[in-house]
Protein backbone atom coordinates (compact mmCIF):
# COMPACT_ATOMS: atom_id res chain seq x y z
CA UNK A 1 0.00 0.00 0.00
CA UNK A 2 1.03 3.48 -0.79
CA UNK A 3 2.23 5.78 -0.06
CA UNK A 4 3.97 4.29 3.06
CA UNK A 5 7.11 5.01 5.43
CA UNK A 6 9.67 2.35 5.57
CA UNK A 7 11.60 2.35 8.94
CA UNK A 8 14.82 1.48 9.78
CA UNK A 9 14.18 -0.53 13.72
CA UNK A 10 17.65 -1.64 13.43
CA UNK A 11 19.49 1.56 12.95
CA UNK A 12 16.97 2.87 15.81
CA UNK A 13 18.03 0.88 18.32
CA UNK A 14 21.61 0.78 17.08
CA UNK A 15 21.67 4.67 17.54
CA UNK A 16 19.85 4.06 20.68
CA UNK A 17 23.22 2.10 22.50
CA UNK A 18 25.71 4.35 20.69
CA UNK A 19 23.74 7.27 22.81
CA UNK A 20 23.90 5.14 26.10
CA UNK A 21 27.27 4.63 25.75
CA UNK A 22 28.20 8.68 24.36
CA UNK A 23 25.75 10.14 26.93
CA UNK A 24 27.56 7.61 29.69
CA UNK A 25 30.96 9.03 28.88
CA UNK A 26 29.74 12.16 29.07
CA UNK A 27 27.90 11.72 32.82
CA UNK A 28 24.27 11.45 31.71
CA UNK A 29 23.41 8.70 33.70
CA UNK A 30 19.55 9.44 32.85
CA UNK A 31 18.94 9.02 29.16
CA UNK A 32 14.92 9.51 28.85
CA UNK A 33 14.27 8.39 24.78
CA UNK A 34 11.41 11.22 23.88
CA UNK A 35 9.45 8.99 20.99
CA UNK A 36 6.97 11.69 20.14
CA UNK A 37 7.79 11.83 16.47
CA UNK A 38 6.17 8.60 16.08
CA UNK A 39 2.82 9.89 16.64
CA UNK A 40 2.17 6.60 18.84
CA UNK A 41 3.25 4.11 16.00
CA UNK A 42 5.78 2.44 18.24
CA UNK A 43 6.10 -1.51 16.83
CA UNK A 44 10.20 -0.92 17.77
CA UNK A 45 9.41 -0.32 21.58
CA UNK A 46 10.61 -3.60 23.62
CA UNK A 47 13.62 -3.70 21.61
CA UNK A 48 14.30 -0.01 21.87
CA UNK A 49 13.40 -0.48 25.84
CA UNK A 50 15.89 -3.05 26.30
CA UNK A 51 19.08 -0.31 24.74
CA UNK A 52 19.97 1.06 28.20
CA UNK A 53 17.61 4.31 27.64
CA UNK A 54 16.34 4.66 31.12
CA UNK A 55 13.19 6.36 30.85
CA UNK A 56 10.44 6.85 27.54
CA UNK A 57 8.79 10.14 26.94
CA UNK A 58 6.28 11.66 25.10
CA UNK A 59 4.22 14.82 24.52
CA UNK A 60 1.09 13.83 24.34
CA UNK A 61 -0.62 11.16 27.21
CA UNK A 62 -2.97 9.16 24.56
CA UNK A 63 0.89 8.31 23.29
CA UNK A 64 1.67 7.35 26.95
CA UNK A 65 -1.58 5.58 27.50
CA UNK A 66 -0.32 3.12 24.94
CA UNK A 67 2.79 1.76 26.84
CA UNK A 68 1.02 -0.18 29.54
CA UNK A 69 3.40 -2.86 29.02
CA UNK A 70 6.74 -1.25 28.65
CA UNK A 71 8.78 -1.39 32.22
CA UNK A 72 10.50 1.81 31.78
CA UNK A 73 9.54 5.31 34.04
CA UNK A 74 7.24 7.10 31.66
CA UNK A 75 7.61 10.68 31.45
CA UNK A 76 5.05 13.45 29.99
CA UNK A 77 6.83 16.28 28.48
CA UNK A 78 4.57 18.95 27.79
CA UNK A 79 3.44 20.67 30.90
CA UNK A 80 0.10 19.08 31.89
CA UNK A 81 -3.35 20.80 30.91
CA UNK A 82 -4.89 21.06 34.39
CA UNK A 83 -7.80 19.28 32.58
CA UNK A 84 -5.89 15.85 31.94
CA UNK A 85 -4.33 15.57 35.54
CA UNK A 86 -6.30 12.61 36.02
CA UNK A 87 -4.73 10.87 32.90
CA UNK A 88 -1.62 12.20 33.54
CA UNK A 89 -1.25 10.34 36.66
CA UNK A 90 -2.87 7.41 35.29
CA UNK A 91 -0.71 7.03 32.59
CA UNK A 92 2.50 8.66 33.38
CA UNK A 93 4.82 8.16 36.28
CA UNK A 94 6.94 11.32 35.98
CA UNK A 95 5.64 15.34 34.26
CA UNK A 96 7.25 18.31 33.90
CA UNK A 97 6.16 20.87 35.43
CA UNK A 98 6.09 24.86 36.04
CA UNK A 99 2.48 25.94 37.31
CA UNK A 100 1.72 25.28 41.06
CA UNK A 101 -1.64 25.34 40.50
CA UNK A 102 -1.18 22.30 37.85
CA UNK A 103 0.94 20.44 40.70
CA UNK A 104 -1.83 20.64 43.33
CA UNK A 105 -4.18 19.19 40.53
CA UNK A 106 -1.70 16.44 40.04
CA UNK A 107 -1.69 16.20 44.11
CA UNK A 108 -4.90 15.73 44.32
CA UNK A 109 -5.19 12.89 41.91
CA UNK A 110 -2.35 11.09 43.03
CA UNK A 111 -3.84 10.96 46.50
CA UNK A 112 -7.20 9.47 44.79
CA UNK A 113 -5.57 7.00 42.62
CA UNK A 114 -3.35 6.45 45.80
CA UNK A 115 -0.36 6.82 44.06
CA UNK A 116 2.80 9.10 44.11
CA UNK A 117 3.69 11.32 41.37
CA UNK A 118 7.03 12.66 40.32
CA UNK A 119 7.83 16.43 39.02
CA UNK A 120 10.32 17.46 37.30
CA UNK A 121 10.05 21.57 37.49
CA UNK A 122 10.93 23.72 34.84
CA UNK A 123 13.54 26.35 34.71
CA UNK A 124 13.35 28.65 31.75
CA UNK A 125 17.26 29.71 31.00
CA UNK A 126 16.31 32.43 28.47
CA UNK A 127 14.74 30.26 25.53
CA UNK A 128 11.71 31.42 26.67
CA UNK A 129 9.52 28.38 26.35
CA UNK A 130 8.23 26.86 29.64
CA UNK A 131 9.43 26.94 32.75
CA UNK A 132 9.94 29.25 35.64
CA UNK A 133 12.54 32.17 34.54
CA UNK A 134 15.78 31.21 36.43
CA UNK A 135 16.28 34.95 37.72
CA UNK A 136 12.79 35.14 39.31
CA UNK A 137 11.48 33.83 42.63
CA UNK A 138 10.82 30.26 43.01
CA UNK A 139 11.75 29.17 46.19
CA UNK A 140 8.45 30.34 47.80
CA UNK A 141 6.61 27.32 45.12
CA UNK A 142 9.05 25.07 45.61
CA UNK A 143 8.57 24.89 49.48
CA UNK A 144 4.86 24.22 48.83
CA UNK A 145 5.27 21.82 46.46
CA UNK A 146 7.58 20.06 48.91
CA UNK A 147 4.94 19.79 51.48
CA UNK A 148 1.90 17.88 48.77
CA UNK A 149 1.99 14.56 50.23
CA UNK A 150 1.29 12.52 46.88
CA UNK A 151 4.25 14.54 44.69
CA UNK A 152 7.66 13.68 44.47
CA UNK A 153 10.11 16.30 43.62
CA UNK A 154 12.55 14.28 41.68
CA UNK A 155 14.26 17.05 40.13
CA UNK A 156 14.52 19.91 37.79
CA UNK A 157 15.25 20.19 33.97
CA UNK A 158 14.98 23.13 31.32
CA UNK A 159 13.99 23.34 27.63
CA UNK A 160 16.57 24.88 24.94
CA UNK A 161 16.81 25.48 21.28
CA UNK A 162 12.91 25.07 20.88
CA UNK A 163 11.29 28.71 21.29
CA UNK A 164 13.94 31.36 21.20
CA UNK A 165 17.18 28.96 19.49
CA UNK A 166 18.70 29.17 22.42
CA UNK A 167 21.87 27.15 22.26
CA UNK A 168 23.18 25.17 25.10
CA UNK A 169 26.73 26.76 26.71
CA UNK A 170 28.47 25.89 30.02
CA UNK A 171 27.12 29.98 30.84
CA UNK A 172 23.41 28.84 30.50
CA UNK A 173 23.58 25.34 31.92
CA UNK A 174 25.53 26.79 35.07
CA UNK A 175 22.24 29.07 35.27
CA UNK A 176 20.49 25.55 36.06
CA UNK A 177 23.20 24.55 38.57
CA UNK A 178 22.63 27.15 40.37
CA UNK A 179 18.68 26.75 40.59
CA UNK A 180 19.99 23.30 41.86
CA UNK A 181 22.29 24.99 44.80
CA UNK A 182 19.37 27.19 45.84
CA UNK A 183 16.67 24.46 46.31
CA UNK A 184 19.10 22.14 47.99
CA UNK A 185 21.02 24.54 50.24
CA UNK A 186 18.09 26.46 51.29
CA UNK A 187 15.26 23.79 51.57
CA UNK A 188 17.41 20.96 52.42
CA UNK A 189 16.42 18.45 50.01
CA UNK A 190 18.52 16.43 47.26
CA UNK A 191 17.30 16.89 43.71
CA UNK A 192 18.25 13.06 41.62
CA UNK A 193 17.70 14.38 38.11
CA UNK A 194 19.44 17.30 37.16
CA UNK A 195 17.80 17.61 33.04
CA UNK A 196 19.90 19.47 30.91
CA UNK A 197 17.67 19.56 27.90
CA UNK A 198 17.22 18.05 24.79
CA UNK A 199 18.66 16.85 21.42
CA UNK A 200 20.66 20.50 21.43
CA UNK A 201 22.56 19.51 24.58
CA UNK A 202 24.30 16.63 22.60
CA UNK A 203 26.52 18.95 20.60
CA UNK A 204 28.66 19.86 23.98
CA UNK A 205 29.88 16.35 24.44
CA UNK A 206 33.32 15.62 24.33
CA UNK A 207 33.84 19.08 25.25
CA UNK A 208 34.11 19.45 28.77
CA UNK A 209 31.21 22.21 28.59
CA UNK A 210 28.39 19.89 30.23
CA UNK A 211 28.37 21.11 34.13
CA UNK A 212 29.24 18.12 36.00
CA UNK A 213 25.58 18.36 38.35
CA UNK A 214 23.57 17.52 35.05
CA UNK A 215 22.86 13.69 34.66
CA UNK A 216 20.45 13.54 32.46
CA UNK A 217 19.30 14.84 29.01
CA UNK A 218 15.66 14.15 27.08
CA UNK A 219 16.88 12.75 23.34
CA UNK A 220 14.70 12.41 20.33
CA UNK A 221 15.82 13.79 17.53
CA UNK A 222 19.69 12.69 17.99
CA UNK A 223 18.68 9.17 18.46
CA UNK A 224 15.94 8.82 15.86
CA UNK A 225 17.91 10.97 13.55
CA UNK A 226 21.75 10.65 14.48
CA UNK A 227 21.89 14.59 14.88
CA UNK A 228 22.52 17.07 17.30
CA UNK A 229 20.23 19.97 16.61
CA UNK A 230 22.09 23.15 17.42
CA UNK A 231 23.67 23.38 14.68
CA UNK A 232 22.25 19.90 12.67
CA UNK A 233 25.34 18.26 12.22
CA UNK A 234 25.19 14.48 12.12
CA UNK A 235 26.84 12.71 15.48
CA UNK A 236 29.86 10.53 13.88
CA UNK A 237 29.08 6.84 13.89
CA UNK A 238 25.33 7.11 13.93
CA UNK A 239 22.54 5.67 11.34
CA UNK A 240 21.31 8.89 9.45
CA UNK A 241 19.15 7.02 6.98
CA UNK A 242 16.52 5.62 9.16
CA UNK A 243 13.25 6.74 7.27
CA UNK A 244 12.45 6.42 3.68
CA UNK A 245 9.08 7.54 2.27
CA UNK A 246 7.56 5.78 -0.97
CA UNK A 247 4.64 7.31 -3.08
CA UNK A 248 2.98 5.66 -5.99
CA UNK A 249 3.15 8.33 -9.47
CA UNK A 250 -0.71 8.94 -10.73
CA UNK A 251 0.41 11.14 -13.75
CA UNK A 252 3.08 11.63 -15.88
CA UNK A 253 2.87 14.00 -18.92
CA UNK A 254 4.92 16.77 -21.04
CA UNK A 255 3.32 20.17 -20.40
CA UNK A 256 4.62 23.47 -19.96
CA UNK A 257 6.28 25.48 -16.55
CA UNK A 258 4.06 28.30 -16.78
CA UNK A 259 0.34 28.43 -15.53
CA UNK A 260 -1.06 29.81 -19.29
CA UNK A 261 -3.21 33.14 -18.69
CA UNK A 262 -4.24 35.24 -15.27
CA UNK A 263 -2.96 33.58 -12.37
CA UNK A 264 -3.70 34.40 -8.96
CA UNK A 265 -3.43 32.30 -5.55
CA UNK A 266 -3.33 28.37 -5.16
CA UNK A 267 -5.47 26.47 -2.85
CA UNK A 268 -3.54 27.38 0.28
CA UNK A 269 -3.76 30.99 -0.46
CA UNK A 270 -0.60 31.49 -1.55
CA UNK A 271 1.39 33.50 -4.49
CA UNK A 272 3.34 31.50 -5.56
CA UNK A 273 6.62 32.09 -7.66
CA UNK A 274 6.64 29.88 -10.72
CA UNK A 275 9.63 29.62 -12.86
CA UNK A 276 9.63 29.38 -16.66
CA UNK A 277 11.85 26.34 -17.64
CA UNK A 278 9.93 25.74 -20.86
CA UNK A 279 8.59 21.85 -21.52
CA UNK A 280 8.96 19.92 -19.09
CA UNK A 281 8.34 15.71 -17.89
CA UNK A 282 6.07 16.77 -14.71
CA UNK A 283 4.62 13.39 -12.39
CA UNK A 284 2.02 13.44 -9.84
CA UNK A 285 2.18 11.36 -6.61
CA UNK A 286 -0.94 10.83 -4.73
CA UNK A 287 0.44 12.27 -1.41
CA UNK A 288 -0.21 15.80 -0.56
CA UNK A 289 0.34 18.57 1.96
CA UNK A 290 -2.36 17.57 4.63
CA UNK A 291 0.34 14.81 4.79
CA UNK A 292 3.52 15.88 4.88
CA UNK A 293 4.94 19.67 4.36
CA UNK A 294 6.57 19.22 1.05
CA UNK A 295 10.47 21.33 1.94
CA UNK A 296 10.26 18.65 4.11
CA UNK A 297 10.65 15.87 1.65
CA UNK A 298 13.87 15.10 -0.25
CA UNK A 299 13.82 12.88 -3.35
CA UNK A 300 16.21 10.39 -3.27
CA UNK A 301 17.05 9.92 -6.93
CA UNK A 302 18.91 13.20 -7.74
CA UNK A 303 17.61 14.05 -10.98
CA UNK A 304 13.92 14.27 -9.57
CA UNK A 305 13.01 17.74 -7.82
CA UNK A 306 9.99 19.13 -5.63
CA UNK A 307 7.52 21.54 -8.22
CA UNK A 308 5.30 22.13 -5.47
CA UNK A 309 1.80 20.79 -4.68
CA UNK A 310 -1.88 21.01 -3.31
CA UNK A 311 -3.39 18.87 -0.05
CA UNK A 312 -3.44 16.02 -1.74
CA UNK A 313 -0.73 15.71 -4.93
CA UNK A 314 3.01 16.08 -4.73
CA UNK A 315 4.29 17.62 -8.54
CA UNK A 316 7.49 16.27 -9.50
CA UNK A 317 9.78 17.49 -12.27
CA UNK A 318 11.13 14.10 -13.64
CA UNK A 319 12.14 15.44 -17.15
CA UNK A 320 15.36 13.16 -18.36
CA UNK A 321 14.24 10.58 -16.35
CA UNK A 322 12.15 7.04 -17.18
CA UNK A 323 9.70 7.60 -14.53
CA UNK A 324 5.73 6.50 -15.81
CA UNK A 325 2.72 6.03 -14.43
CA UNK A 326 2.69 3.47 -11.06
CA UNK A 327 6.12 3.66 -10.57
CA UNK A 328 7.58 4.48 -7.12
CA UNK A 329 9.52 7.65 -6.07
CA UNK A 330 11.18 7.30 -2.69
CA UNK A 331 12.07 10.63 -0.51
CA UNK A 332 14.53 10.94 2.66
CA UNK A 333 12.58 12.65 5.32
CA UNK A 334 13.58 15.17 7.47
CA UNK A 335 12.14 15.31 11.62
CA UNK A 336 8.86 17.45 11.11
CA UNK A 337 8.50 15.31 7.85
CA UNK A 338 8.52 12.20 10.07
CA UNK A 339 6.70 13.83 12.53
CA UNK A 340 3.73 14.82 9.90
CA UNK A 341 3.65 11.64 8.10
CA UNK A 342 3.17 9.46 11.31
CA UNK A 343 0.14 11.78 12.16
CA UNK A 344 -1.36 11.19 9.16
CA UNK A 345 -3.66 7.85 8.56
CA UNK A 346 -3.34 7.82 4.92
CA UNK A 347 0.74 6.73 5.12
CA UNK A 348 1.12 2.95 5.81
CA UNK A 349 3.54 2.72 8.40
CA UNK A 350 6.38 -0.42 7.60
CA UNK A 351 8.61 -1.34 10.53
CA UNK A 352 11.51 -2.90 9.22
C1 LIG B 1 10.45 17.06 22.17
C2 LIG B 1 11.06 17.34 23.48
C3 LIG B 1 12.30 16.83 23.80
C4 LIG B 1 13.14 16.05 22.81
O1 LIG B 1 13.64 16.93 21.82
P1 LIG B 1 14.68 16.47 20.70
O2 LIG B 1 15.16 17.73 20.08
O3 LIG B 1 13.95 15.60 19.76
O4 LIG B 1 15.77 15.74 21.40
C5 LIG B 1 12.80 17.10 25.05
N1 LIG B 1 12.10 17.83 25.96
C6 LIG B 1 10.90 18.33 25.68
C7 LIG B 1 10.19 19.13 26.72
C8 LIG B 1 10.33 18.11 24.43
O5 LIG B 1 9.12 18.63 24.16
Known sequence: MYPRI??????????AKKMVNLAKSNHIDYVMAIVKVFAGHLDFLKPFSQTGITHIGDSRIQNLEKLKDIELPKVLVRIPMLSEANKVVRYSD?????ELKTIKKLNQEAHKQNKKHQIILMFDLGDLREGYYHSQAYLDDVREILQLNHIELLGIGTNLTCYGGLVPNSDVLNRLVKVKNVIESELSVK???????????VTLFNTN??????????LGESIFFGKETSYS????DFNHQNYRLETEII????KPSLPEGTTSINSFGEKVEIEDKGLMKRAICAIGKQDVILENLEPIDPNISVIGGSSDHLILDVTNTNYKVGDIVSFNVNYPGLL????????DKVFK
Open 6 to 15: IIETHHIIDN
Open 94 to 98: ISLNS
Open 191 to 201: LKIISGGNSST
Open 209 to 218: QIPKEVNSLR
Open 233 to 236: KEIK
Open 251 to 254: ECKI
Open 340 to 347: HLMNSDYI
